[in-house]
């Protein structure tokens, strides 16, 4: 029987074409995040499932990956449920990992901790056009600043960083969970029922404060609530100044200083930001995860109008580990969908080296193939690239297939040049 | 309760210092072997259990992590047997889905394909020192190229790749899996028990001629064709021209042109290999996979007494995957045993750009933090690396730490600088 040859469902095999295109890109992204400072690291892609299953990951727990336990361990008779069966999975982002890593090695890395990691992630999500079970992820996260220098550092790199590959005309989104809390405590919605408020709210861009509000009607909740909710809004869009409309109006709602913090965020952001580029404060920013617990930020392209990045400050999270909180905020830019973009408008790699192909016909062996490719090393050793190939009977056809590979020059050596 | 903070059993957390070594070696492994003419590619780490288990692996296919079914697929109450209940796995070696990815993508690739692949691969082999059940494997295949001007280019692209990155006198051992057979079957031991017969060979290093001769005695081979073994090797050892003493020997049991083969491949290598490597012709060289057809190589550093490379001809993998066999070959480099020597030798990454730290006082925000970061931003748009950081009350300490990450140029900042 023949074996599989298609990639496992919802996976893909990356091309050379491809790969160069995600080369440059990894490579550019090293070079920009290691200008402000940040290092990279790695975690294995298999992670133990009690971490994974933790409820730090929100909906992604349920397409996790999960990985057989071997050998004694796995007792298949007396399992009952999934989980008697199995001691890891693949990880389904980089931040578990991540803080995993940093309650380990928190000794030995410097304070804060600035760390690029890019790697693979897996979610047995239902297969669709455009998304795949495993994507590279790519996040910057800064471990141990309390101070909003995380945000404003993470931002100005991630922005900076998708100027440097070609992209233009960013709107960074910014918002704080606690300004997002304060709206809905405001509004007389019960705490309990806050990440439900937020889904709908998340759909504004979409349905509009109407439909929103339709949403939450539906979705059983107060009218008094609801409308409060929806004035609060109304009387916000109408203001100049909206984050000091907010701040006033919200008080004591607010928990911190959110508001101030946000307003710094800005002024230096600001200061440094391309021109192209602006940043707004967004009320209606929600960022899906629970585990955010302050500033939460997310990048647009304006011109294709989608996301490109997202992320937010995390607080909470390494005291799982070490039953220590310690302060941590990242950003994540979207890697799959800006290596989409960059190949859907024909973007490719900048021109590497001169490549040339040397054609050997057959028969030319021995001594004079050892002289052929002796010459192949030499200019190799000055960084040029030379293919050194048996020569197809159709020669042609043969030139032009390397030249779409980006060969230019071509040399041949035949049997013949023994007799001279 | 706490959640774990070491990595899984086996798997090991990528510093900083470690990365950015591994990046420094990936990068010159990537230029190397693009100058050869090869290209990268990548597949999904997760692969069909079907062509996992389909006895191209060997000894591997016991050392799968393999991947529970997932939703409705899983019926955990009918299952019998542990393949009841996965579909997949992780790779345990990058050439079977090399061969699967040819066998899916054929038509787009060039012929011959030079493929370049550097992935994690997974074997949940028992945990030791220095051994991971995740490690990086580098592999270069050729793929379409029937004559040995695949191998020749193999071992030129692998030696020159390990001069690159600082390694000297490698000894390149080179063998024929035909001769290997043709002098098992001239001594007259049965075609069903080679591979046991090559288990034994393979200690040769180790145990000499009389440990093998015993332990094919004790595995309870043939008097007659051990005696006519080991009066082959005494015979071969005392030759100066050991190959055409077996090739004159063999006679027909040598199938193909194998010691032509070989002696062509001597004679190209030489004329291009660095002075302080070798190449010798080693009889006793086996390599476990049973997949190898025809030649087989790996790379001994002299100096260290072990292997760093390894590879050979596999023809029949693709065709497992097609119906129609295509020629193969391939040479692996042991990317974490190297990365391991150049740790152990405190061999570090060539220096990157200056790296500069802002240190800003506590209370420094507003327009003045972004004046400073802006300061920042542009130092790093000429390719500077400037970490900014907030002040530590111990400023001495943090220098000295920053220093000890590669900083050697500071700045201050205080609030006192606001009133000037």
């Not at 160069?20 to 133990?48: C, D």
């Not at 056009?129 to 141990?144: A, E, N, P, V, W």
């Not at 009607?217 to 609801?226: H, N, R, Y």
């Not at 409309?245 to 800005?266: C, H, P, R, S, W």
Request: negative net charge.
């Amino acid at each position: 029987m023949d074996l599989i040859k298609k990639p496992t469902t919802g996976m893909k095999d990356i091309t050379p074409q491809e790969m160069e295109l995600r080369n440059y890109v990894m490579n550019e992204i090293r070079k920009t995040y290691s200008s402000f400072g940040f290092t990279q690291i790695e975690t294995p892609a298999v992670e133990h499932i009690e971490n994974l299953c933790s409820k730090q990951g929100g909906e992604n727990e349920k397409l996790i990956f999960k990985i057989l336990k071997r050998g004694e361990k796995l007792n298949l008779a007396d399992a009952k449920e999934e989980n008697d069966l199995v001691d890891s999975g693949l990880r389904y982002d980089l931040t578990v990992p991540l803080c995993r890593f940093y309650a380990n090695n928190a000794a030995n890395l410097p304070k804060p901790f600035k760390a690029l990691q890019m790697g693979n992630v897996w979610r047995a999500d239902r297969p669709q056009k455009g998304r795949f079970r495993q994507f590279m992820q790519c996040d910057i996260d800064i471990l141990g600043e309390a101070s909003n220098l995380a945000e404003i550092e993470l931002v100005l790199a991630t922005t900076t960083l998708l100027g440097r590959v070609g992209f233009k005309g960013f709107k960074v989104h910014i918002n704080d969970r606690r300004i997002l809390k304060a709206m809905a405590s405001y509004s007389g919605f019960a705490e309990s029922d806050y990440d439900n408020v937020f889904i709908q709210l998340d759909k504004m861009d979409k349905i509009g404060l109407d439909g929103v509000c339709e949403c939450l009607t539906e979705d059983g909740f107060s009218v008094d609530a609801i409308a409060k909710y929806r004035a609060l809004f109304e009387e916000f869009n109408k203001q100049d100044d909206k984050l000091s409309f907010l701040k006033e109006t919200l008080g004591e709602y607010i928990e911190g200083n959110a508001a101030d913090n946000l307003k710094e965020i800005f002024s230096a952001v600001e200061a440094s930001m391309a021109a192209d580029c602006e940043i707004v404060f967004d009320p209606t920013l929600v960022r899906g995860m629970s585990y955010y617990t302050g500033t939460i930020f997310e990048i647009e392209m304006k011109e294709l109008n989608c996301s490109v990045a997202g992320g937010g400050r995390y607080d909470k999270m390494i005291g799982k580990f070490t039953g220590q909180d310690t302060p941590a905020c990242g950003f994540s830019i979207g890697f799959e969908r800006i290596i989409t973009i960059m190949m859907e408008q024909g973007v490719k790699a900048p021109g590497s080296t001169e490549k040339t192909a040397f054609l050997v016909e057959k028969g030319v062996d021995g001594e004079r193939l050892g002289e052929i490719i002796a010459k192949a090393q030499a200019l190799r050793a000055e960084g040029k690239t030379v293919l050194v190939a048996r020569m197809n009977k159709n020669k042609k056809f043969q030139k032009e297939q390397l030249e779409a590979d980006g060969y230019t020059q071509f040399e041949d050596f035949y049997r013949e040049a023994l007799k001279n």
